[in-house]
RNA sequence: GCCGCCAUCGUCUAGUGGUCCAGGACAUAUGGUUCUCAUCCAUAAAAUCGAGGGUUCGAGUCCCUCUGGCGGCACCA
């Protein structure tokens, strides 16, 4: 059997991180097997819909430089892939199991509902449907269809039953049907609820595993019973632990800071670097190896490697990862990436890349470190004379400089007069280094001069000397 | 509150009854290289395997209890 995969977001807003690593791991088991991985949208709920989402939701995918075999846009042989679009299927569906006793009209307003509710909570009962609708007289119903009275449609729950799933990540996982509620199936709006739709699309659209995150979880057995009301296989079930935020507190979230998938990417991450880091937040491959290309994941990836435990995402790691992979970069395609944070044009950052590459942790610091080679650095002199002779080593430098721009033959001419003015070389380039860059830590200063050359290096020395 | 799940260095993790006085990576510290920073190299510190009971000749690995953490309890997904 061809192994299908799925991953089905909500244009309710912005795309998380903890979302492309479901991704990542759904593409990834597809491509393993040689299986599809598909795209579906699951737009069901018209109040939260956020207008634009579905696009920046495959732009971002996009950008990860991840992909899928059926979706939007796309197509594909079970489309359309819009759940919007999809309102008949569900519909007849559900009215399916009203006819075969499974499930029942309920005509309870939102009102005795929510009424309902703060009555459980004052008498200290779990909140919970009382089944008010669930033995309505086929002649009742009649009378409020005709009374246009609106509705929902309920799973009926079989009361006492335990009801059991192996989770491939979770393993056996036992449920009592009496802590379940009679779950909404179809909303009166004539939409399905997440529960109904998942299920009967996972199951047209052949989806052979699903593997979601971990909030799912508690809300499978009710999946379970959709399915066996239906008399369907259920697929695999694969759930996936929750990213916790970087201080371990709690499911990483927008309240606690920039989690959008977008924002790695603004902030200067690379995809592949964010993606590598993601693979290891919660899966090994079973050795030490850390440095995986998206390629290399998809033929290493295995279900059985996933972990249980909820991982805190922090950024030590992914900063080790982005240095891992920037390095790894030539210039030229670094240059690329660069322009989007940079105000500088290709030529003149690939020209400068030789020093800065390796001292970037993200693609975010290259104007800053890089900024003194296109325009003179502004120099707080106080910092320059809190050095000894500050001036004369400048005067000095000029003059070694303008007879031969070069590193080594600054430094054995800065060696030989520190020697006879007592003078440690530390100092006398920590001066330099100022005047030319105003920063403290820079690459090495005979390459950097070579890169200004003569004429601007002369004129910084003198710039900031008395 | 109820239901469910989880638990190895600060962090991510390896570990599926003996080869583990627990291995790797990140982070940290120290030293070396160096004009500074970064890199690189070396070294160190870092987990009585959440706690307590069992089972076993032998437990991080199996069982139970407790504790802690996380998740879920909508006409949201």
Known sequence: MTVRTRMAPSPTGEYHIGHIRTLLYNYAWAKNNKGRFILRIEDTDRERLVEGAVDRILAVIRDYGLSYDEGPRVGGPFAPYYQ????PIYQKYAKQLVD??????CFCSKERLEALRKKQQA???????DRHCRNLKPAEVKHKFAANESYV???????GEEISFTDVVMGKIKVNSGSLDDQILLKSDGFPTYHLAVVVDDHLMEITHIIRGNEWLSSTPKHILLYRAFGWEPPTFVHLPVFLDPAGEGKMSKRRGSVSARSFLENGYLPEAILNYLMLLGWNPGNDREIFSLEEFTKTFDLKNLNKANPRFTFDKLNWFNQQYLRAMDYENLAERLLKFSTYNKGEIVRVLPLIRDRLITLKEFDDQAGYFFHPPAVDRKSLSG??????ILEHAASVLSEKLDGKF?????????ASHGLKVGDYFMVLRIAITGRTATPPLGEIIQILGEAETIKRLKANSY
């Open 123 to 129: 008498e200290g009962k779990l909140p919970g449907y």
């Open 100 to 105: 075969q006793g499974l499930a029942y009209y």
């Open 387 to 392: 050095f000894k002779s500050a001036d004369r």
């Open 410 to 418: 600054l430094e054995e001419k800065a060696r030989e007069y520190c």
């Open 84 to 87: 919007s679009e999809r309102l």
């Open 153 to 159: 449609i309920r799973l009926k729950i079989p009361d």
